[in-house]
């Protein structure tokens, strides 16, 4: 056998076979994918291909030490090497595999999320939005229930005194010679009956602003005028904050004979003169 | 006639049978192997990725190789280069099939991407 082999050799017909010549590109190459699928990732997901890979290599490998044909020794390792890749490709798809599905499960468990969340948002905007409906109900409940306390209001007082709606607010007209004895700024006994049925329908609207004005007649002069009118309006604005009325809501004021409502030369003129207005503020004036 | 001379005869039919056999008695190739490993890759659409296609253009070189070496008697040969021809056959599936998996689990995670981007507000 060696007495065949040498001669081989000494010729240089490039037998690959070994006789301490190079191996064949092939076999070098094989050797290479197989070492690189076996030290991945594929050894572990693909170990039955890796596996065939290296029966195809050790029959490359035997070919060669065996000193088999160049053509087959070339033809094994080029399967081998293929084989390799093979298993390289098949570890591949099983990794991309399982991506797959990790992120498929991902997008379910996501999804679910998402619709917990907008599920959850949804209840909660329902619930502020009835709350919301709910208070609107009830504002809508006390705003009539205020109107109707003021309507009544009207009516009653409407029923105790002349009352008149005006730019400046509801006037509440008290005749002087009611309350008041001539010239004089002590309420009368009669008067205070009558104040306190003002005062309990003026107590239903008491965040409402008050101004009280005190109006005499003509007669007598002006100062003396301002200084009776003053009083009388002073009078009724204590009576109605002992009656509970609010200190800073009423004002009082005197304006003599100044603003009369009736002609002054006539007795009765005189008597619709003396008078003392009680102005309840619209409600836009509620806040001082 | 003797032993020695029974034993030769036998030995000189034998390697005639043999001679035969190695020097064109021509046994019919199996290329059905081949032949449905290429068929398989071209299937599964192994033209269409370069490196699937590569292989799949090998396979049919190497097996009308294989044809050309079984028609000049060249058995052994052409038996060898139709296991390659097999091999790069295999291998041209495995890469085509390699390709679709990689693109569809890129666009599973991309589907998870356009999940969250579109939800941003409600999962932070």
């Known amino acids: 056998m060696i007495k065949f082999i040498l001669p081989v050799c000494l010729t240089g017909v490039g037998v690959f076979s070994g006789c301490g010549s190079t191996p064949p590109a092939e076999l070098v190459s094989a050797r290479e994918a197989y070492r690189h699928v076996s030290v991945g990732e594929a050894g572990k997901v693909a170990p039955a291909e890796v596996h065939v890979a290296g029966l195809a290599l050790a029959k490359a490998e035997k070919a060669y030490k065996d000193e088999a044909e160049a053509f087959r020794i070339r033809d094994l390792s080029y399967i081998a090497q293929r084989k390799a890749e093979l298993a390289g490709a098949i570890a591949s798809i099983t990794i991309q595999q399982k991506g797959q599905a990790d992120a498929n499960k991902t997008f379910v468990d996501t999804q679910g999320k998402v619709l917990n969340q907008a599920k959850g948002d949804l209840s909660a905007t329902q619930t502020a939005l009835m709350e919301t409906a709910r208070l609107a109900a009830e504002a809508e409940k006390d705003k009539l229930a205020a109107e109707q306390r003021a309507r009544d209001a009207q009516a009653a007082l409407a029923r105790l005194a002349a009352v008149k709606e005006e730019p400046r607010g509801v006037v509440i007209t008290l005749s002087g010679s009611v309350l008041f004895a001539s010239n004089q700024t002590v309420l009368l006994g009669e008067a205070r009956t009558k104040l306190d049925q003002v005062a309990a329908v003026l107590l239903t609207t008491r965040e409402r602003n008050i101004t009280i004005e005190g109006h005499t007649d003509s007669q007598g002069s002006d100062s003396h005028n301002m200084t009776l009118s003053q009083g009388r309006a002073d009078a009724v604005r204590s009576y109605l904050i002992e009656r509970g009325y609010e200190a800073d809501r009423i004002q009082a004021h005197g304006l003599g004979e100044g603003t009369p409502i009736a002609d002054n030369a006539s007795a009765e003129g005189r008597a619709n003169n003396r008078r003392v207005e009680i102005i309840i503020a619209p409600e836009a004036h509620t806040s001082n | ?124």
């Open chain 2, 1 to 124: 006639m003797t032993l020695t001379s029974k034993t030769g005869t036998r030995v000189i039919a034998a390697t005639a049978l043999l001679a035969l056999w190695g020097c064109g008695s021509d046994p019919a190739l199996r290329t059905e192997a081949s032949a449905s490993g290429i068929r398989a890759a071209e299937e599964v659409g192994a033209n269409e990725v370069p490196r699937a296609s590569l292989h799949l253009q090998l396979a049919k070189e190497e097996l009308a190789k294989a044809k050309k070496l079984s028609a000049d008697g060249e058995n052994a040969q052409a038996a060898s280069m139709l296991s390659r021809s097999e091999a790069d056959a295999e291998l041209a599936v495995a890469l085509s099939r390699e390709d679709a998996e990689k693109t569809e689990s890129q666009a599973a995670v991309e589907r998870v991407h356009q999940l969250r981007q579109d939800n941003k507000l409600l999962l932070d």
